[in-house]
């Protein structure tokens, strides 16, 4: 069965400090792999897309990882801000469908 | 400026009432999908209009309809609103399927059902 699971499933940190939020996936076969920031009340935004010739893509203060061959990712936060407080979502496709398949995500909540 | 519009951002209705949540994209996408999430879960999938093609999931109950009446907009409409349906309803649009065909969402209609 295709799922996606992360880690941890909330986090708290005080601002400046980084952090590393995780995703392991069995979907099969891999198409991409979509980290997505959700502020409350707000419908997702797409942070980084990585394929499967893809292991690193960063975004600003996000730098997202991908080892395909264990089927991990990671998303890690530099330097963070208040403003970064949300949810993280992993987004997995599978290759030749259009649906995609979401994680839990990662509930981050920054403190000053 | 904002792409995916969704109207009313909040929306309370009755047990059984049927209700309509609307949603709009400037982005002239082909594909608008409606999504349902729940408190502290991932988004679920409920149906998506390829240009006209209307594409139901499998688990997707009766109770939810769909109307595209031009690319512009997409209407969900919840004929007997059971507590349950409560939740937030994301809509989203992508130039295509497939491929790394980017899906951009709006900011949710909030639903709750009394």
């Known amino acids: 069965k295709n799922q996606v699971e992360q880690s941890p499933q909330s986090l708290i940190i005080l601002e400046g400090k980084n952090c590393t939020l995780q995703c392991n996936y069995t979907v099969s076969p891999f198409s991409n792999l979509r980290w997505y920031k959700q502020d409350t009340g707000r419908g997702p935004v797409s942070l980084t897309i990585m394929t499967f010739s893809e292991n690193t893509k960063s975004n600003g203060r996000y730098t997202a990882t991908l080892d395909a061959d264990t089927k991990q990712s990671s998303l890690h936060i530099t330097a963070s801000q208040l403003s970064d407080s949300a949810s993280y979502i992993c987004?997995?496709?599978?290759?030749?469908?259009?649906?995609?398949?979401f994680g839990t995500g990662t509930r981050l909540q920054v403190f000053p | 400026d904002a792409m995916v519009i969704q109207n009313p951002r909040y929306q309370v209705t009755q047990f059984g009432k049927p209700v309509t949540l609307s949603c709009s994209q400037t982005?002239?996408?082909?594909?608008m999908y409606w999504y349902q999430q729940k408190s502290s879960q991932a988004p679920k999938l409920l149906f998506h209009?390829?240009?006209?093609?209307?594409?139901n999931e499998a688990d997707t109950p009766d109770n939810f309809q769909s109307r595209r009446p031009n690319t512009s907009f997409c209407f969900l409409d919840i004929r007997s609103p059971g507590l349950g349906d409560a939740a937030m309803y994301l809509c989203a649009t992508s130039r295509d399927r497939g491929g790394e065909e980017t899906q951009y969402f709006g900011p949710g209609t909030r639903l709750l059902v009394l």
């Open positions: 987004v997995v496709r599978a290759y030749n469908t259009d649906k995609l398949i």
């Open positions: 209009y390829y240009d006209k093609d209307f594409n």
């Open positions: 982005l002239n996408h082909n594909v």
